[in-house]
């Protein structure tokens, strides 16, 4: 008989190591997948992990990792603050796609103006859009003791809905001959979030994404709100003796995350996607939740899994279009990988031991 | 703009069926919240349990085949969160999430063949006599028999949990696990088989919307039915009969905004569909104030060290 023994503190190295041995655990399972659909499992596995990197065309690719890392890093870094303090925000989407309305229409409303405050003006406006997003659930749950889960998660479909009502009105293109979605920002100079070396991939949401991670490793090890934070999540009674604010954190925590991925709609809608439209959405925000756990919560963590997660998105692009394996494979690897991460886990906080005949 | 185009009497023949999804997955995830178990990955075996459903009905020609195959679904990928927070103890909120994401790409990885299929239709049980009464016969006595299978589980999961040995046992579990273990209850194996009760309920719930309220394939068509059946257990204060009020008061207010959709109200599309989400808020702001009856050990992780 095996038996579990809580472990006094948590492995050191096993938490470094849970995120490798799920990784290659989802390797080997998303192989079998592959498999089964039909592919050659060494063939996918490799266009994925390798091709982007070091492929023909990786040259293109590359620069493709930091555009779609950054919103995944962006994102996952607010969500990671909030669940390291049991605060669980998980309609990072909806704060994603508020952030990229706002943005969006802050920059549209000075259409044709050409001037150097347009797109600051357009950063501001898109992180207000997010946290104010956020901001309703984190209202309600300290004014009422609302569920920020359910609260944060309706809200995903709400700014869906809202996202196809002003790609269809209020944001539509005027010259667009009745296509639904709006202006083409890349065309807007004053307000394109334009590469700032042609070529690299690098916009000013890469930049950002740097400044959070540095800006979330600074505030969780050197000041007092960053311990707070810890303190809640892992001693939630310490952290009740310790005077923790809780309402303050709670505000604190969601409007952050909600700011920071309305930030990454903001210049994803401003730089790589271009316009306002229906399907400007793709999944981000909830990605992120993977990114987030990925990273173990920690802001270097995070920036790795980012990296890695961006991976799998072009790699699977790139599998999709030269293998035929189909697009929803690569969400179900993404699944997977969290599966696997969770229950690994298991390793940090426990020791795996035969068991002793003992009277229990 | 015609209002009297909406038919009254249809439209809560249809309020019972728009319900019944929603209905079917709240009471499963209501016996595995009294199990002391938060299992938030209900979206992710709704849409599992349709697509199975779905597959296994238009492959056999049998839509029960196709409910069988739903609750079987369901249970399978609720057994990964068994693994997940019973034997690997893993956080409960993270692996509800996994599941959800890991059902969402897993069945629209099913799905693909299926897109654009019709299913086999069950067709109604019109029951002599009753289903002639005018109004009331349409409304109460000529549905498909999953809907009454619904009605029958709520009856069923209220009495158990009221009135049997197993439903206090269940009730003990959830409310204070340390107890129930010292008094010699198995609390890991009464919550998996909790949970794989939760898990069938919201297979047949999700495979109603595929094969019965729709009925068609589509990629992510639980659309959030999922979560409101989260929110509707919180509305339930965790009885049975009130899941069941709440579920048609939900139902309700969906086919009411398809008909005014359909009818051309001066209201946009687009606010009339985001309704549901916001009512579902305005439902757990009003009710959040009462935290009273929730199980006492909801979410918390068991494990026998001591």
Redesign the interface.
Known sequence: MIV???RPQPSKAWSYATPLVAVLATMVFGGILFAILGKNPIQAIGTIFWEPLFGEFAFYYRPQLLVKGAPLVLIAIGLSLGFRAGI?N?GAEGQYIMGAIFGAGAGLAFYPLDAFYVFPIMVIAGAFGGWLWAA?PAF?KVR????E???S???V??AE??L??VS??LLKNPEGFGFPGSRNLQSYESAHNAELIAGSGMHWGVVTALIAVIFAYVLLNRHMLGFHIRLTGEAPRAAKFAGVNPARLILFCLGMSGALAGLAGMFEVAGPSGQVSIDFNVGYG?TA??VA?LGRLHPVGILLAGGLMALTYIGGEIAQSQLGL???????????L??FL?????LT??RIRAARNEV? | MDLGEINPVLLVASLMVAATPLLLAAIGELVVEKAGVLNLGVEGMMIVGAISGFAISVETGSPWLGFIAAAIGGAVLSLLFVLLTQFALANQVASGLALTLFGLGFSALMGQSYVGVKPPSMGDIHIPLLSDIPVIGPILFQHDPILYLGIALVAAVWATLKYTRVGLILRAVGENHDAAHALGYKVIKIRILAILFGGACAGLGGAYISLIRVPQWTEGMTAGVGWIALALVVFASWKPWRALLGAYLFGGITVLQLNLQAAGVAIPVEYLAMSPYIITILVLVILSADKSSAPASLGRTFHASH
């Not at chain 1, 009422?144 to 569920?147: A, E, P, R, S």
């Not at chain 1, 969770?342 to 298991?346: E, R, S, T």
Request: hydrophobic share 70%.
């Open positions: 579990l023994e809580k669980w998980i309703i309600l009422f003791g609302t569920n889960i359910l609260v998660l309706m809200l479909y709400v809905q809202m196809a009502s269809l009105g909830f939740i993977i756990f189909p697009a929803a494979a690569i969400q179900v690897f993404q699944g997977m969290l599966f969770l229950a690994f886990d298991l906080n426990y229990a």
